[in-house]
Every structure is written in C-alpha cells, then in structure tokens.
C-alpha cells in the first residue's frame, strides 16, 4: 500500500514562507505526475501546481513567481517553497501523486492526509 505523508504546515504572517514536503512510501515502481492542490474554507479543491517526472512545472495564475515545486526522485518526494504569502493562500494543502504500482504495474493515484497553512497577522 502507498501512502503520502505531508509536514511544513503552520501559522506565517503575511509576506512570510513556508516549505511543504510530501513523502511517498510503500510498494511503488514508479511515480509520474506529481501535483499540489489546496482547499479553502467553503471553497471547492484546486490545483495550485504540477510536476511531471521529468521536471516540467505548471502553476495556478493565483501562485505564479510566489510558488515553486520542485522534486527529489531519488527520495519519492515533492516540495512547495511558497513565498510572499497572503491571507488568501490559507487552506488545507494537499499532495497527490500518480504512480505504477510494483507488483502489477498499475497506473493508480494516492492523495496525502492534508496540511493546514493559515497566513495571518
């Protein structure tokens, strides 16, 4: 079974940073895509960044030049260095990573439990 475990949340005054970390372990051959998303109070989950296995990136127009995601293969480990943060950036982050099993070789997904960000003064 595979799991992601994220750390790095808190509390950051506005214009602070925060680094989230997002470890994958268990039975995996490989993992591909590997993305952030968050969900505000009372607002729907969205994508704020992607990763691709190979290093390409792609990031909501709400985090550009403030957000960066970034990746350690060797660790099976995704990270989001989010600067000048603002109080709309407060949600529950989350990670998700898109792998091939390694006993069967199946394309499947796994999410992390969530971590809190609230950016306030």
């Known amino acids: 079974q595979v799991q992601l475990v994220e750390s790095g949340g808190g509390l950051v005054q506005p214009g602070g940073s925060l680094r989230l970390s997002c470890a994958a372990s268990?039975?995996?051959?490989?993992?591909?895509?590997m993305a952030w998303y968050r969900q505000a109070p009372g607002k729907e989950r969205e994508l704020v960044a992607t990763?691709?296995?190979?290093?390409?990136?792609n990031y909501a127009d709400s985090v550009k030049g403030r957000f960066t995601i970034s990746r350690n293969n060797a660790k099976n480990t995704v990270y989001l260095q989010m600067n000048s943060l603002k109080p709309e950036d407060t949600a529950v982050y989350y990670c998700?990573?898109?792998?091939?099993?390694?006993?069967?070789?199946?394309?499947?997904?796994?999410w992390g439990q969530g971590t809190l960000v609230t950016v306030s003064s």
């Open positions: 268990g039975s995996i051959f490989s993992i591909n895509d």
């Open positions: 990763i691709t296995s190979g290093g390409s990136t």
């Open positions: 998700k990573a898109e792998y091939l099993d390694a006993l069967y070789r199946r394309r499947l997904e796994v």
